[in-house]
C-alpha cells in the first residue's frame, strides 16, 4: 500500500505486481514531463519522458500517462522486481526553462 | 562514452571554509546545470549555464554561492564560507541541446560541513 511518512511518501509492493506512482505537477503550461529513477548514493537516471500533445507512451516494462485536465502524470511499472526498489521523481519542462523535481516517492518491492 | 563526471564525490569542510565543486559534461553537451538535493527531497534548480554564460540563476542562493562554466575545463560551483545549511548532495546534469529535453546526471558531490 501506499503511505505518506514525514519525509517522503512510500510504496511498497509485491515482487511481480504493478507498481503505479502518482505525481501532480504544478504547472498548466508545461510541455514536456520526464520520469527518473534515483537508487541510494547514486545520480538520477532516465526511466521515459512524454510531451505535452500525447496522453499515454509505453517503454520496456514502463508506461506514463498524462492527464492535463487535472495536471497529473503516473508511472506504471510492470512485473515489478527487486532491482526496482528506488526513489522516483517526476519533473517538468515549461519551454526553456529547466526542469523542475517533484518531491519523490520512495519504491519499496517486498520480495 | 562517458557520462556526467563529477568530482569530489564526498567533500568534508569545517564552516567559513571554501568549498568547489567540479562537472564535467557529457561529450558534445554545452548546457550544464546544478542540483541540490537535501535527504529525503527532491532536486531543487539552482542554475543553468552554457559555454562561458550563465542562462538562468534563479535558484542561486543571492550570497556566497556562484557558478562557472568556462570555454575551457569544467563547470565549477563554488561556496565561500561554508554553514552547516549548505550541507546537501549537488547533482550536476548536462544536456546537448537547450530546454526541453533529458538531462544526464552524474552521480553527485556530497558536502559535509562540519
Known amino acids: 500500500g501506499e503511505s505518506v511518512g514525514l519525509h517522503l511518501p512510500t510504496l511498497s509492493v509485491q515482487e511481480g505486481d504493478n507498481s503505479i506512482i502518482n505525481c501532480a505537477y504544478s504547472?498548466?503550461?508545461?510541455?514536456?514531463f520526464i520520469w527518473y529513477k534515483q537508487e541510494s548514493g547514486k545520480g538520477p537516471q532516465f526511466i521515459i519522458d512524454i510531451r505535452s500533445n500525447m496522453d499515454k507512451r509505453q517503454g520496456q516494462r514502463v508506461t506514463v500517462l498524462l492527464n492535463k485536465t487535472v495536471k497529473h502524470l503516473s508511472l506504471q511499472i510492470a512485473a515489478t522486481q527487486p532491482g526496482d526498489s528506488a526513489v522516483y521523481f517526476c519533473a517538468e519542462n515549461m519551454m526553456v526553462a529547466p526542469l523542475v523535481f517533484g518531491k519523490g516517492t520512495r519504491l519499496s518491492v517486498i520480495a | 562514452n562517458a557520462g556526467v563526471m563529477q568530482n569530489p564525490r564526498h567533500l568534508v569542510r569545517r564552516r567559513g571554509q571554501e568549498a568547489r565543486l567540479r562537472c564535467s559534461p557529457m561529450?558534445?553537451?554545452?548546457?550544464v546545470y546544478w542540483y541540490r538535493q537535501l535527504p529525503e527531497e527532491g532536486l531543487k534548480f539552482m542554475v543553468y549555464?552554457?559555454?562561458?554564460?550563465?542562462?538562468?540563476e534563479s535558484g542561486m542562493p543571492k550570497e556566497r554561492f556562484s557558478a562557472e562554466f568556462p570555454k575551457e575545463g569544467p563547470s565549477i560551483l563554488r561556496i565561500q564560507q561554508v554553514v552547516r545549511g549548505d550541507s546537501a548532495a549537488y547533482f550536476c546534469?548536462?544536456?546537448?541541446?537547450?530546454?526541453?529535453?533529458?538531462?544526464?546526471f552524474g552521480e553527485g558531490s556530497r558536502l559535509t560541513v562540519l
Open positions: 546534469a548536462s544536456s546537448p541541446d537547450r530546454p526541453p529535453g533529458e538531462l544526464f
Open positions: 549555464l552554457q559555454k562561458e554564460n550563465i542562462i538562468d
Open positions: 504547472n498548466s503550461a508545461s510541455d514536456y
Open positions: 561529450k558534445g553537451h554545452s548546457h
